[in-house]
């Protein structure tokens, strides 16, 4: 938990949060949508290209030695901040989307056949569901969408009735990003390993709210995004377990990821090259080692700041009359989402940004979530450790102003 001078200090280092938005001050709560940056990693993105660009692993000078020993020492703090075995079971991605994709092209169309099941759950984002689609289509597998409760949990126990000898993988959201619902990956990827099948979860949004342990969750990849932990966009992650990430084809061909090139024949370097065709986002890579050695100290007070800013809000909400909690569970984080009868999420987002306050409403590209459901979007607040009580304030009075207009 932070104090009142902690999160001003706190605050002070992320410049955006004391911008306008038009005439107000911006109170910005679509987190789960990508984080605002400190000005570490803004200055670490300037000060790479101001004194640090060079491409890496190729140049023999000293620029690019030293940009690849930061590109290189940025995979030690993403290891770090998961606990991977080892920096090489880190590729660095585009983000969560890519890293999925990386997953099921690669493993998936070498190890699926007609007949197979991938274990997914009707909350997972469309980056954990399309991808698998597409693999299913080329195998002939077949995907299977383990239904959630009313209250948005996942139904852990109708989860593991579908899980059978004929579930090879299974792909599980640690968190919701539309409904903040936290799963219970440990005992999921435990149940999965019982039945033979590779898990991945999916960890965009649980990354940004506690401590991410991949080796407690014993998970065989864990994927998230760069802009969700205060870092650059166009920067993510893939962990998987070394021996099984060495035993997958390369997703992509190009420089950097061969050992030798010959039209008779070409071999690949083992990870984490094998998986970084090209040139890839070297600044985003550095500036988002910098974003999570910045974020790791804070991980365990801001989850508790998180948790009761969202008992705070949850509280103020559920006063709001014809206000209805879609996530209505104690097991979340971060997330609140709502529709209002009578008035469209649309009109609640629209009217809310003349506030100054920024919620993302929609499907939150989680549309058979929200099949489920049964409604078609709903409006999401979601906060970061640089929260306010007073921005939640802020935004429960607007929305009891916006309720008087209709
Ligand atoms: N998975 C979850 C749970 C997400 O919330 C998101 C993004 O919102 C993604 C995957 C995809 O992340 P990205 O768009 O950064 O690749």
């Not at 107000?24 to 200055?43: E, G, S």
């Not at 579930?167 to 919701?176: D, E, L, Q």
């Not at 893939?238 to 997703?251: D, F, H, K, S, T």
Request: net charge negative; with cysteine.
């Amino acid at each position: 938990m932070f104090n009142a001078i902690e999160i001003e200090k706190i605050r002070s280092e992320f410049p955006i949060l004391s911008a306008l938005s038009g005439k107000r001050p911006l109170v910005y709560l679509d987190n789960a949508a990508t984080a605002q940056k400190p000005q570490c990693v803004i200055d670490a993105v300037s000060r790479f290209y101001s004194g640090g660009n060079a491409n890496i692993h190729r140049g023999l000078y000293r620029l690019s030695a030293e940009a690849t020993a930061a590109f290189e020492r940025a995979r030690e703090s993403v290891a770090r901040f998961i606990n991977a075995r080892e920096p090489r079971e880190c590729i660095f991605t585009r983000g969560a989307t890519e890293a999925i994709n990386l997953v099921a092209a690669s493993w998936g169309m070498k190890y699926l056949r007609e007949g197979d099941e991938i274990l997914l759950t009707q909350m997972e984002h469309h980056a954990d569901i399309v991808p698998w689609q597409l693999v299913a289509e080329r195998t002939g597998a077949k995907i299977v969408a383990a239904p959630i409760l009313p209250n948005g949990e996942l139904d852990v126990p109708a989860w593991k009735n579908l899980l059978t000898e004929r579930t090879r993988f299974v792909g599980i959201s640690a968190m919701s990003n539309a409904l903040g619902v936290v799963n219970p990956v440990k005992e999921l990827v435990a149940a999965a390993h019982a039945v033979g099948a590779l898990a991945l979860v999916d960890g965009a949004q649980s990354a940004a709210h506690g401590i991410t342990d991949v080796r407690e969750i014993d998970c065989d990849f864990f994927v998230f995004s760069g802009h969700k932990v205060f870092g650059p966009t166009g920067i993510g992650v893939l962990y998987g377990r070394a021996e099984i990430l060495n035993a997958m084809p390369p997703y992509q061909g190009g420089g950097d990821m061969i050992e030798k090139v010959d039209f008779s024949g070409t071999t690949f370097r083992e990870i984490p090259e094998r998986f970084e065709a090209g040139t890839p986002n070297i600044c985003g890579a550095v500036a988002l080692g910098v974003a999570l050695d910045y974020f790791s100290p804070l991980r365990l007070a801001a989850a508790e700041h998180e948790a009761a800013l969202l008992r705070y809000a949850t509280e103020k909400l559920t006063a709001v009359p014809g206000l209805k909690i879609f996530g209505d569970t104690p097991n979340k984080a971060s997330v609140i989402s709502f529709q209002i009868e009578g008035i469209h999420p649309s009109d609640i987002g629209t009217m809310l940004d003349t506030y100054g306050i920024a919620v993302r409403v929609g499907h939150h590209c989680a549309m058979p979530l929200m099949k489920a459901l049964g409604v078609t979007g709903t409006v999401r607040a979601s906060f970061a450790f640089y929260n306010t009580f007073a921005e939640v304030d802020a935004f429960v009075d607007a929305l009891l102003r916006i309720q008087k207009m209709f």
